[in-house]
């Protein structure tokens, strides 16, 4: 695949149908705040959103597609110095720890941008002996799913791959962990800092 949808396209082709961001967003049941992070090119739609994205816009997948090649602009957030980048199209997460040009199923990636946590998107982290218990209250059907759970310290990242109808939870090493890490395949990447990891429990 040379070409994926990019947020000049998803916005001109919004406005040309008169809807606001929020419109778009309640039209494929997404937040507004992700329809503005694909405008802005610090993310992209996942390729399950394609297909009711292009139905709201007015046009095939096809013809959505055809908006030309992505620019990696490398929006980074701060992550103790590293990156998280994640695939539209085969849902495959890479970190990096820093700048970094990095493409997969033909499309360039960009750094996900972390968002705080919100009451639908909430981590708890829970102490045992020496593993952080990490778990969501989030669904996890092929729709609407967390695809991955990550812990972040300044020597790495720890993935944990997880997969619909499967549980939204994971266990992680508390060595220096900073912050964790989840990633929605509908709203995007949030994040909970670890501000006091001796206390029991974390929300």
Partial sequence: MDNYVTGAVIR???????????????????????VSKWETGKGFPDVSLLEPLAEALGISVMELLNGGAIQNRNRA????RGKIYVCPVCGNVIGATG????SCCGVTLL??????????????????EDEYYVSMD???????????LAAVSD?????VKLYPEGAAEARFKTS???AMYAYCNRHG?????????NQKRMK
């Fill in 12 to 34: 001109s082709l919004r406005e040309g149908k008169r809807m606001t961001q929020e419109d778009l967003a309640e039209k494929i049941h997404v937040s507004a705040k992700a």
């Fill in 77 to 80: 957030f701060n992550m103790l």
């Fill in 155 to 159: 020597q790495g990242i720890q993935f």
């Fill in 176 to 178: 220096r962990v900073k």
């Fill in 111 to 128: 750094p996900q941008e972390a968002e705080e946590m919100d009451d639908d998107h909430r981590i708890c982290a829970e102490i045992m």
């Fill in 189 to 197: 990447l949030f994040e909970m800092k670890i501000h006091r990891p």
């Fill in 99 to 102: 700048e970094a040009a990095i």
């Fill in 138 to 148: 989030h669904p996890m059907t092929k729709e609407h799913a967390v695809s991955f």
